[in-house]
T-cell receptor
Framework: EDQVTQSPEALRLQEGESSSLNCSYTVSGLRGLFWYRQDPGKGPEFLFTLYSAGEEKEKERLKATLTKKESFLHITAPKPEDSATYLCAVQDASGYSTLTFGKGTMLLVSP | DAGVIQSPRHEVTEMGQEVTLRCKPISGHDYLFWYRQTMMRGLELLIYFNNNVPIDDSGMPEDRFSAKMPNASFSTLKIQPSEPRDSAVYFC???????????FGPGTRLTVL
């Protein structure tokens, strides 16, 4: 069974204080790893897909990286508007599998 | 495009009542997903459709849950009878490919008393 563990559960940063969120996964074979952002009271919003170890993707202050066991979401000089819950999901390579989501990291950036 | 549309946004009902949640996916998307989100279990896939056909309903918790997609622009998730443990936020999502970049609706917050 696929497993996704995100840490920390919650993170509080000061504006401009860079940090990283972790997503550890266990799958029989990885087809893709997905990052989503969820604002309170809204549905998740797609950020990135990573397919192979060593791959990196960037969007504004966010950069996602992937190894064979985990992914990191690096947040550089965050702003209050980056406050949200960040969800990680994996799709394993066996058959036509669906996404397995982690429980997310709740990020709060204070001005 | 208006994005994925869900209704109602909030539903409060009493145990034993029938609940119907509705979803309109983004036009042109071939895949539709129903998820449930709770604090304890996170985001869980209930069922997904491809071209209006149910493909995988292994996440549907029990026979009280059913989902239909009569056409490409409409889907329903029905719970009958509802129980307090069904209280959660239910999301509908659609995508052009599988599993793809999924576009989520705003969700329906269901409270069963």
């Amino acid at each position: 069974e696929d497993q996704v563990t995100q840490s920390p559960e919650a993170l509080r940063l000061q504006e401009g204080e860079s940090s990283s969120l972790n997503c550890s996964y266990t799958v029989s074979g990885l087809r893709g790893l997905f990052w989503y952002r969820q604002d309170p009271g809204k549905g998740p919003e797609f950020l990135f897909t990573l397919y192979s170890a060593g791959e990196e993707k960037e969007k504004e202050r966010l950069k996602a990286t992937l190894t064979k066991k985990e992914s990191f979401l690096h947040i550089t000089a965050p702003k209050p508007e980056d406050s949200a819950t960040y969800l990680c999901a994996v799709q394993d390579a066996s058959g036509y599998s669906t996404l397995t989501f982690g429980k997310g990291t709740m990020l709060l950036v204070s001005p | 495009d208006a994005g994925v549309i869900q209704s109602p946004r909030h539903e409060v009902t009493e145990m034993g009542q029938e609940v119907t949640l509705r979803c309109k996916p983004i036009s042109g998307h071939d895949y539709l997903f129903w998820y449930r989100q709770t604090m304890m279990r996170g985001l869980e896939l209930l069922i997904y459709f491809n071209n209006n056909v149910p493909i995988d309903d292994s996440g549907m918790p029990e026979d009280r849950f059913s989902a239909k997609m009569p056409n490409a622009s409409f889907s329903t998730l029905k719970i009958q009878p509802s129980e307090p443990r069904d209280s959660a936020v239910y999301f509908c999502a659609s995508s052009f490919d599988f599993p793809g970049e999924q576009f989520f609706g705003p969700g329906t917050r269901l409270t069963v008393l």
